[in-house]
Every structure is written in structure tokens, then in C-alpha cells.
């Protein structure tokens, strides 16, 4: 039913309540698989590298944010793979540009993210992903 899961978090506690959707939709699977996607704006990504000193120090950060998310889908007996994408355009064009490459049996998003403001200010990334990508759509409050 739900094998081919693509979860997209940001570490958020809006994701983790997406991570455990999707590990209930998984669970409903024979053979169950979890991409988690995070993706990071260039503008983010910039200033992370500078704020860390190198770009795997950025890494790594951005790694343990997703850690909590990656154990709790671990302790289920679900295989994850984590794909982290630095966004060349926007956040929510990477989203819809991966997930609809690899056409997955569902993609599970939080309703919103770290960046409050920038939802108020700029639009949802949870609106135009759900908008514009051809998998269907869980979408976490």
C-alpha cells in the first residue's frame, strides 16, 4: 500500500509528528522504506558554513537535527535513507522536483517548519509542495 514513503522534515516538531504518520503508514507496509528529505536554502546553507567554519561542520549540525527523526524510524524496523539537497532555487521547488523524480507511494510533511515568519511572509512550503507535486500528500498538524 505504502511502501515507498518520502518524508520531507526540517527537524522541526511539526516533522517529528510527520515521522511518526509516516511510520504508521510504513508499518501498514509489507516492505516498508523511508526516504527522509530535508532540504536547505542556499541562503541557509551559506550562513551555516559560515557560522560553523566549514561545510562539513554544517553537515553535521544539520545531521543531528534529523537524528531524532532517524532513530524514531530505526526503533520501528523501518529502513531510512536520509537525502539532504541544498536548494538552487526554493525550498518547496526542490521538494516538488524530487518527490515528483521519484514518484513515491506518498510524500508526509508537517504543516509548518522551523521558519514561522517566513511562512507569514513568503507563503506556505507545506501549500505549494502539496500544490504542485503528482504523489499524494499527508499533510502533519
Known sequence: MFSNIILAADGSEHSLRAAEKAIALGKLSKKPQIELLHVV??????TDVLHHGDSDAASRKRRKQLDPIVERIERANIPVTVTTITASNSVPESIIKHVNEQ??????????GLSSVQTMVLGSVSHKVMKYVKAPVMMVK
Open 41 to 46: 536554502s542556499g541562503a541557509t546553507s551559506k
Open 103 to 112: 514518484n513515491p507511494d506518498v510524500l508526509v510533511l508537517g504543516s509548518r
